[in-house]
C-alpha cells in the first residue's frame, strides 16, 4: 500500500509539473494568438482604410513630397494605434521590401533621407512573409535590432515582431494616384513587448492552474485506488496463471509419455517386426532378383522409417529424465540434426546435483532450441552445453545459422513464450541472442539449490 501512494504521490507531482509545463505554453500560444488577432484586426480595420497607397509608387528622393501624404496617416496611426501601447510600434513594408512607413518617422526620415537620399532600410522577405503577402495569414517572430527589417524600430530588444497583410484601397479618393496604387498586398508589422505577452501568459494560466491541480490530484487518488485493486487482482490472476501453466506443462507431460510408450509398444514394435521379416525374406535364396531388390529396399525404408519414429519418440519424451540420464537425452535430442547436414554436439558437466524438475527444464528449452535451429538456422554446426557449479545450472545452445534482426522479431515468436514463463517463475533467466548472420544463441541460467 505504501509502495502504491508514494508512486501515486509522484505520479501526481510528475503530472502536475507536466501539466503546468504544457499549460504554460498553451498560455503562451494564447497570448500570441491573441496578439495575432489584434495585429490583423488592426491592419484590416484600422490601417488599411486609412493607408494612402500612392506611398506605394513614391520614390524616397524627396522629404516633404514624400511626407505630406502620410501626416494624416501617422496622426491617425498615434492616435488610434499606440495610445495604448498596444502595439508598441507599427512598420509598413512593400512586397519587394521597401520600408513605406514606421510609426517613429524620425527614425523614418533619418534613415530614409541621408545626404545623398538614396539609403534606405530593405527587407529580405522570407517564405513564410511571401506566402503571407500572396495568400493572408499571420506569422510571428522575436525583433532583433540588429537585422534589417527591424532598423526602423529602435529600441526593439524584449519585442515580438507581428506581421500580417492588407491590400491598399483608394479610400473613395479621385485622385488617379490613389486609383492607380490600390489594391497592391503591403506587410504590416506590429512590435509588442515580450513583458505584455508574459503578462497576458500569467493571467490566462492562473485562470485554470488550480482547477487543473485539483481535479489531477483527485483524479491520481481515484486511480491509486483503483490500481491498489487492480493489482491484487492481478496477483491473484498471475498465482492461478502459474497454477494453470504447471498444471498444463504436467498434463503435457503425462500426455507425451502415454503417446511415447503407446508408440514403443504397439507401433514400433510391429515396425522392428515387420523389418526384420522382410529382411528374413529378401535372404530367400529362391527368390527373383527384382523382387528380392524389393524386399531389401522396403527393409531399409522400415528400418530408417524405425530409427526416425525413435528420435521423435525420444522428442516426445525422453526415456530417463534426470540428471544422470541428462547426457543421454540431449543426444537423442540432436539426432536429428545429422539428417538436415548439421553437425551437432553435446557437453554437460556438473550437473550430477540438479533436481529433476531443473533437469526437465534445461531438457525442455533445450529442447524448443534445438528444434527451432534445425527447422529455420540453415547452421552448419550446432552445440548444446550444459554447466553446473552446484548453485546454478547453466543452458547454452548455440548454432552458426543465419540469425535473425531482434528488433523486428519477437524472440517468443519461436515457440519459448510458455517455457520463459517457467524459467521467471523457477528463479532464472532467459535469453535469446541473435543478429543477422551471426546465428542465435539461447542462454538459460537457473538456481540448482
Known amino acids: 500500500m505504501v509502495l502504491f501512494l508514494t508512486i501515486g504521490v509522484l ?19 494564447e497570448a500570441i494568438s491573441e496578439a495575432k488577432g489584434t495585429t490583423q484586426l488592426l491592419a484590416q480595420s484600422v490601417v488599411a482604410p486609412e493607408f494612402p ?10 522629404a516633404t513630397e514624400y511626407l505630406r501624404p502620410l501626416e494624416s496617416f501617422d496622426r491617425e496611426v498615434q492616435a488610434r494605434l499606440l495610445k495604448t501601447d498596444r502595439p508598441y510600434r507599427i512598420n509598413i513594408w512593400s512586397a519587394n521590401g521597401r520600408l513605406l512607413y514606421t510609426s517613429q518617422l524620425d527614425l523614418l526620415f533619418k534613415d530614409l533621407f541621408s545626404q545623398n537620399g538614396t539609403h534606405q532600410p530593405a527587407l529580405t522577405l522570407d517564405d513564410e512573409q511571401r506566402v503571407i503577402l500572396r495568400k493572408g495569414g499571420v506569422g510571428s517572430e522575436i525583433a532583433d535590432p540588429g537585422r534589417p527589417e527591424d532598423v526602423a524600430a529602435a529600441g526593439t530588444e524584449g519585442m515580438v515582431r507581428i506581421y500580417t497583410r492588407f491590400v491598399t484601397t483608394d479610400r473613395g479618393s479621385t485622385s488617379v494616384a490613389d486609383q492607380r496604387a490600390a489594391g497592391r498586398p503591403v506587410l504590416f508589422e506590429a512590435y509588442f513587448p515580450v513583458a505584455d505577452l508574459t503578462e497576458r501568459q500569467t493571467q490566462i494560466f492562473d485562470s485554470f492552474r488550480w482547477i ?5 490530484i483527485l483524479l491520481i487518488a481515484v486511480a491509486t485506488a483503483i490500481l491498489v485493486g487492480l493489482t491484487r487482482q492481478l496477483r491473484k490472476a498471475s498465482a492461478e496463471r502459474e497454477r494453470l501453466l504447471v498444471s498444463a506443462m504436467d498434463a503435457s507431460d503425462a500426455e507425451r509419455r502415454r503417446i511415447a510408450r503407446d508408440l514403443h509398444d504397439s507401433v514400433v514394435q510391429d515396425l522392428a517386426g515387420t523389418a526384420f521379416s522382410v529382411s528374413a525374406v529378401a535372404r530367400t535364396s529362391d527368390l527373383p532378383e527384382d523382387s528380392r531388390e524389393t524386399l531389401e529396399s522396403a527393409g531399409v ?6 530409427k526416425s519414429l525413435r528420435s521423435l519418440l525420444a522428442e516426445i519424451h525422453p526415456p530417463d529424465l534426470s540428471a544422470d540420464g541428462l547426457p543421454a537425452a540431449l543426444a537423442d535430442l540432436i539426432a536429428p540434426a545429422g539428417a538436415a547436414g548439421i553437425q551437432a554436439s553435446v557437453s554437460v558437466e556438473g550437473a550430477e546435483t540438479a533436481s529433476d524438475a531443473h533437469v526437465a527444464l534445461v531438457w525442455r528449452v533445450a529442447q524448443e532450441a534445438v528444434r527451432n535451429a534445425i527447422r529455420h538456422s540453415e547452421a552448419s554446426t550446432l552445440a548444446v552445453t550444459v554447466r553446473g557449479d552446484g548453485r546454478t545450472l547453466a543452458l547454452e545452445v548455440v548454432d552458426d545459422g ?6 523486428r ?6 515457440g519459448l513464450r510458455g517455457l520463459r514463463s517457467l524459467v521467471v517463475d523457477s528463479g532464472g ?21
Open 409 to 414: 522479431t519477437k524472440p517468443d515468436s519461436y
Open 301 to 306: 525404408s522400415l528400418r530408417t522409417g524405425l
Open 11 to 29: 505520479t501526481a507531482v510528475g503530472i502536475i509539473v507536466g501539466t503546468n509545463i504544457l499549460a504554460d505554453r498553451a498560455a503562451a500560444d
Open 212 to 216: 487543473t491541480a485539483g481535479a489531477l
Open 429 to 449: 533467466v532467459l535469453d535469446v541472442r541473435s543478429s543477422p548472420g551471426e546465428g542465435t544463441t539461447v542462454w538459460m541460467e537457473v538456481d540448482a539449490q
Open 53 to 62: 497607397p500612392t506611398v506605394v509608387h513614391l520614390r524616397p528622393d524627396n
Open 402 to 407: 543465419v540469425g535473425f534482426d531482434r528488433s
